[in-house]
């Protein structure tokens, strides 16, 4: 059989095979095959009858073929024809029959390779799948073992830092209590030393100067016959300082622009502020928490107050270092760099006194305190302005909410200098004068309504000062408020006890009283040398009626 | 104390809130002024500045209030004070300070009330002469009539005693009274002191008692400053419990009307200013 032959046989054969491609190319591609075998199996016969003389007929195309054909078949007989054609369709049909058992064989045995493969395939991937969930559970499981493990070892950790960190914070408070009463102790200790010490001091000072102007004195007296002349002489070219030039100021209104009243708003922590003008006052701010801050140009009085803030609770009565320590604080954050020209002069109390029920029944409760309000003054030029026109007052309640806020601060022109005494040249001559035998002996107490006498003034410290004085103007300069350097004394005055039946207890402890040098009767007390006694201007008859303007000074008079 | 404090906020808040602008219904000011003792009989020293200051108290007032009341009430009008009784040296008599008549011109007419003179331990000294002498507590009911508020530019009259205690049989319908317990002192800045005491119970919405301390620490303090010191007070009548109390309430909280304060005194507060003497 040749490759064509066979080749045919296989496509008739592999036809079914083509069962997916389209019906008409394969019929045809079979036809084609068989009409090539047919024409093989024609060739080979009559290539066999001519060999053995027997014509092959084509079954189709024997006639035409015969016809068209120039040179004849061979001729075969019949019989050995219809024997090779019955072998060869004999060997065609077992060729066939065995290829196609040997196909079914194969395709038996590819599709029971196939489904071998396939079972294989699906018990291997089932049986991965299921190793893989078994794995994954596993892992699972054990993520959550140890997550459980590690949030119960960080819960534990984080109790005991915890405890720890407590037990820690309970010691250190309770040190820092420890320390910080030990310290407070210790200050309160060295604070009663030192005020004993300083009041030991102060008086065993002004003894000491008592008794070192008394030999002084004495010494002089002594010399003074012995060398008088040569004493004055002494005294003559002894290079002692008198005097000293001092600048003094005129005190003007001091404007304050929207800029600095709404820092002070800020400060006061204000908000829906409103500006109003007003007769009585130039500027107003309100806000809704109940606080008020007001501007009067023609003071130059800047005041704040919050009648809401609550009074003090009984924790906050504090000992009257602290209360400086909370007006400090709050006075720094008030005035803003300029802090440090103020310093702490006293304070104030306001005190509450409950009282509940109605006559016998009515129960009063001691008076404790509601606020507490510090009091600075000015310094200027390393003197202490007197007087209430320079000066900050900051009160505070509860929680040291600022409650009340007074700040004077006039502007000020530089108005030329001026002779003022100094210290030295003042307590000097106090010293002389406490010896003198031509001092006044008839000298009146001025605050006590039954003029009482004073038994014993002494000295006890100077300080160089500013006091407010009105001066009248000149040609040189204008009328107005002056700040005039002064030297003030703060002395010792001791009353003398009276026999007489008095309309007001007089005072048993000796009393401080200041003394301006010079004297200046309305900016305050004047020593009595003889020409002055020892107050002011002797209160006048006629008081001032008009409101426009004060009247002439005075000394206060107790009523 | 301080379910009291915050009482007392809550009372300013409500006052503030439902009560805005009440302001007294009028100002009726009547003062009693001593400086010439020797006329009155004498028994004590004269005083310089006393007259000055009760004619301080009220020109200071109608320099403020109308501009104030013009302000917070437009059109009203209604707090313009009047001068109605302005008794001077003499004319200060036992009888003149005791008479409980609500006529014009007398004492009770006034809703403010103005002494200024001598005190002795919670007692007015009008002088040693007949019609004249000491004025106890008991001897003066305030309130019977229109009289509100009290205000003594004296000595000690808050001193020899509580306060509250002392000065009950004069509270019969006053709301309020300002003194000293220590010892006060003439003074010639009288125009500044109650210009300041006018404009921060006013305009600066200070309560009363501030409003007074203030003015005190500022002006009255100016003399003494800085040897000496004041303790001035504040006497409340009493109030129910979740009201504030007369002491505490600024000018603009005063009810409108003249319903009197009860009988009985309440709360006192006080001010210690430098070094006082009593």
Redesign the interface.
């Known amino acids: 059989m040749n490759k064509a032959a066979l080749f045919s046989i296989l496509a008739v054969f592999a036809s079914p095979l083509f069962a997916g491609i389209p019906e008409k190319p394969a019929k045809a591609l079979a036809a084609a095959a068989v009409d090539t075998a047919k024409a093989s199996l024609a060739q080979k016969a009559a290539s066999a009858a001519g060999s053995s003389g027997i014509e092959v007929v084509p079954a189709t195309a024997a006639a035409p073929v015969a016809k068209d054909t120039a040179k004849p078949a061979p001729k075969v007989s019949a019989k050995d024809s219809a024997a090779a054609r019955n072998k060869a369709v004999k060997d065609s049909v077992n060729a066939r029959r065995k290829f196609v058992r040997d196909s079914i064989a194969v395709r038996a045995k590819a599709i029971k390779d196939s489904a071998d493969a396939r079972n294989k395939f699906v018990r291997d991937s089932t049986l991965a799948r299921r190793k893989a969930i078994r794995d994954s559970s596993a892992a699972r499981n054990r993520f959550v073992r140890d997550s459980i493990a590690t949030v119960q070892k960080a819960k534990q950790d984080s109790l005991a830092a915890a405890r720890k960190a407590a037990h820690e914070a309970a010691l250190a408070r309770a040190k820092a209590v420890r320390d910080s009463l030990a310290l407070a102790k210790k200050t309160k200790d060295s604070l009663a030393a030192a005020l004993k010490a300083a009041k030991a001091d102060s008086t065993k000072a002004a003894m000491a100067l008592a008794a070192a102007v008394k030999r002084a004195n004495d010494s002089v007296v002594a010399a003074r016959k012995a060398a008088h002349a040569d004493s004055l002489k002494a005294a003559a070219s002894r290079p002692r300082i008198d005097s000293v030039s001092v600048k003094r100021y005129r005190i003007m209104n001091r404007p304050l622009n929207k800029d600095q009243m709404k820092f002070f708003q800020a400060q006061f922590g204000m908000k829906d502020a409103a500006k ?1 003008e ?4 130039n500027w ?1 701010c ?1 806000d809704k928490k ?1 606080g ?1 801050l ?1 501007y ?1 140009a023609g003071y130059s009085d800047l ?1 704040y ?1 919050n ?2 803030v ?2 003090l ?2 924790k906050e009565y504090l000992p009257d270092s602290l209360i400086r320590t909370k007006t400090d604080v709050l006075l720094k954050g008030l005035l803003k760099g300029k802090a440090d020209q103020y310093v702490f ?2 304070y ?8 509940e029920g ?2 016998k029944a ?1 129960k ?1 409760y001691p ?2 305190p ?1 606020y507490y ?1 510090g ?1 600075y003054v000015r310094k200027l030029d390393e003197r202490l302005v ?3 026109a320079f000066q900050v ?1 900051v009160g505070y309640g ?1 929680g040291g909410a600022p409650q ?1 806020f ?1 700040f004077r601060d006039p502007a000020l022109a530089e108005s030329g200098p001026m002779k003022a005494p100094t210290k030295e040249r003042i307590l000097d001559s106090l010293g002389r004068w406490t010896k003198s035998r031509t001092r006044p002996r008839r000298i009146y107490y001025p ?5 009482l006498r004073v038994r014993d003034i002494k000295p006890i410290k100077a300080f160089d000062s500013y006091v407010v004085a009105q001066e009248k103007a000149t040609g040189t300069q204008p009328g107005a408020a002056y700040l005039m350097p002064a030297v003030t004394v ?1 002395a010792e005055v001791t009353v003398a006890r009276s026999a007489r039946k008095l ?3 007089q ?1 048993v402890e000796p ?4 003394f301006n040098f010079p004297c200046r009767p309305e900016s ?1 007390l004047c020593w009595p040398d003889g020409k002055q006694a020892m107050q ?1 201007a002797p ?21 | 104390m301080m379910i009291r404090n915050i009482l007392a906020s809550l009372s300013i808040a409500v006052l503030a809130i439902g009560n805005p602008h009440a302001y007294p219904i009028s100002m009726d000011i009547g003062t009693f002024s001593i400086d010439d003792y020797s006329g009155n009989g004498g028994g004590i020293g004269n005083l310089g500045f006393m007259v000055g200051a009760a004619q301080n108290f009220f020109w200071a007032a109608n320099a403020i209030l109308p501009g104030y009341s013009l302000l917070a009430a437009p059109g009203t009008g209604s707090a313009s004070p009047t001068f109605a009784l302005d008794a001077r040296n003499t004319q200060v008599t036992m009888s003149a300070i005791t008479n409980t008549s609500s006529g014009y011109g007398n004492r009770e007419y006034c809703d403010f009330l103005f002494y200024g003179g001598h005190g002795l331990n919670s007692s007015f000294y009008l002088g040693a002469g007949a019609g004249y002498g000491q004025v106890l507590p008991a001897n003066i009911p305030l309130g019977t009539g229109y009289n509100r508020w009290l205000l003594t530019n004296s000595c000690s009259m808050f001193n020899g005693g509580t306060p509250a205690i002392v000065w009950q049989p004069a509270f019969k319908g006053i709301k309020a009274m300002l003194g000293f317990k220590s010892f006060a002192f003439d003074n010639n800045l009288s125009w500044e002191l109650f210009n300041e005491f006018w404009v921060n119970w006013t305009y600066r919405e200070q309560s009363l008692l501030n409003s007074f301390f203030d003015a005190q620490a500022n002006y009255g303090y100016k003399h003494l400053y800085p040897g000496k010191g004041l303790e001035p007070g504040c006497l409340s009548a009493e109030v129910p419990p979740m009201r504030i109390d007369y002491c505490r309430e600024a000018f603009k909280y005063v009810n409108h009307d003249y319903t009197a304060a009860t009988a009985n005194t309440g709360y006192y507060y006080s001010k210690v200013i430098g070094s006082p003497q009593y």
Do not use: W
């Open positions: 109003p007003s007769t009585g006052v107003i309100r109940g008020v007001t009067e005041g107050a009648e809401t609550p009074m609770s009984e002069s006293n104030e109390i306001t005190l509450v006194q409950k009282k109605e006559g009515a009063v008076p404790v509601a309000c009091r007197l007087g209430d007052r509860e009340f007074s605050y006590h309504p039954d003029s703060l309309s007001q207890p005072p009393v401080l009283l200041h305050g002011s209160p006048t008859a006629s008081a001032p009626a008009k409101p426009s303007a004060p009247g002439k000074p005075s000394a206060p008079t107790p009523k």
